[in-house]
């Protein structure tokens, strides 16, 4: 059984930081890509970065390149996401997903948490 769970989300104020976590469990040798993704109120679930299992290979979405920093530790099963210069634009509820070695769909995601940035 595969879980995902996020947490170190909260209200933060424009231009402050926060960093997500997502702890993951069971089958985690499978797991090849592991990614973030938020969903606004009334929005579409969009993509936000990710990051291969090595960590050699990251992507970022436009809207953060620049302010977010994903990263993995495969010996805490654990990706992090590092968000700085927050904007009221970023609030959200933040996923964690991660897909399987061979695949290109996310076969598994978290609960998620939310990140509420105030103007």
């Known amino acids: 059984q595969v879980q995902l769970v996020e947490s170190g989300g909260g209200l933060v104020q424009a231009g402050g930081s926060l960093r997500l976590s997502c702890a993951a469990s069971?089958?985690?040798?499978?797991?090849?890509?592991m990614g973030w993704f938020r969903q606004a109120p009334g929005k579409e679930r969009e993509f936000v970065a990710h990051i291969t299992r090595s960590g050699v290979n990251l992507a970022y979405a436009d809207s953060v390149k620049g302010r977010f920093i994903i990263s993995r530790d495969n010996a805490k099963n654990t990706v992090y996401l590092e968000m700085n210069s927050l904007k009221p634009e970023d609030t959200a509820v933040y996923y964690c997903?991660?897909?399987?070695?061979?695949?290109?769909?996310?076969?598994?995601w978290g609960q998620g948490t939310q990140v509420t940035v105030s103007s």
């Open positions: 997903a991660a897909r399987i070695v061979g695949t290109v769909e996310y076969q598994y």
């Open positions: 069971g089958r985690t040798d499978s797991f090849s890509t």
